[in-house]
T-cell receptor, first 112, second 116 residues
């Protein structure tokens, strides 16, 4: 069965600093990988997805992620954090676009 | 873009009541929909996979008699929490998978269920 592990339940950065949220996956078959953002009391918003095309995936709001098979990683980055980026971020994996398995989530705090 | 509507967004009811949550795909058909549960400050946990015209597939540990799922059409799946108790209070989120296989699932905005 597929799974993801998010390293770090809480990440804090200063406004303008690099954002790096870590995600490692486990899957016996080529996975689809996703990053979602969730604001308090709201649903999920898709930031970006990897579905076996380009390994460097660009998403919305300046986020991007790189699929590294050798490291089984799919880390999320943004060059310059903005206050509005403060939220909960979830990495997720699915096989053949079936049910998703989510990581535990990483809460991003952005300091002024 | 593709939209999934979930209703109601918030419900408060007394213990013992049954509560129905609807998940609709507004501009696409979805043979498969998924139901997730999220406790405060925790991740989403898959409860069941809803298949149009057939029985839902439940994850281990999810009581199928407690959480009834009906997927009667290609645009609607419902989750009924039967005889709800305070421990059923949670955030329930549905997603719908478009028929085009490589399109991502689209999530509803969730339903916050509070059982008194």
């Amino acid at each position: 069965a597929q799974s993801v592990t998010q390293l770090g339940s809480h990440v804090s950065v200063s406004e303008g600093a690099l954002v790096l949220l870590r995600c490692n996956y486990s899957s016996s078959v080529p996975p689809y990988l996703f990053w979602y953002v969730q604001y308090p009391n709201q649903g999920l918003q898709l930031l970006l997805k990897y579905t076996s095309a380009a390994t460097l995936v660009k998403g919305i709001n300046g986020f991007e992620a790189e699929f590294k098979k050798s490291e089984t990683s799919f880390h999320l980055t943004k060059p310059s954090a903005h206050m509005s980026d403060a939220a909960e971020y979830f990495c997720a994996v699915s096989v053949r676009n079936n049910d998703m398995r989510f990581g535990a989530g990483t809460r991003l705090t952005v300091k002024p | 873009g593709a939209v999934v509507s979930q209703h109601p967004s918030w419900v408060i009811c007394k213990s013992g009541t049954s509560v129905k949550i609807e998940c609709r795909s507004l501009d696409f058909q979805a043979t498969t929909m998924f139901w997730y549960r999220q406790f405060p400050k925790q991740s989403l946990m898959l409860m069941a996979t809803s298949n149009e015209g057939s029985k839902a597939t439940y994850e281990q540990g999810v009581e199928k008699d407690k959480f009834l799922i009906n997927h009667a059409s290609l645009t609607l799946s419902t989750l009924t929490v039967t005889s709800a108790h305070p421990e059923d209070s949670s955030f329930y989120i549905c997603s719908a998978r478009p028929e085009i296989s490589n399109q991502p699932q689209h999530f509803g905005d969730g339903t916050r269920l509070s059982i008194l």
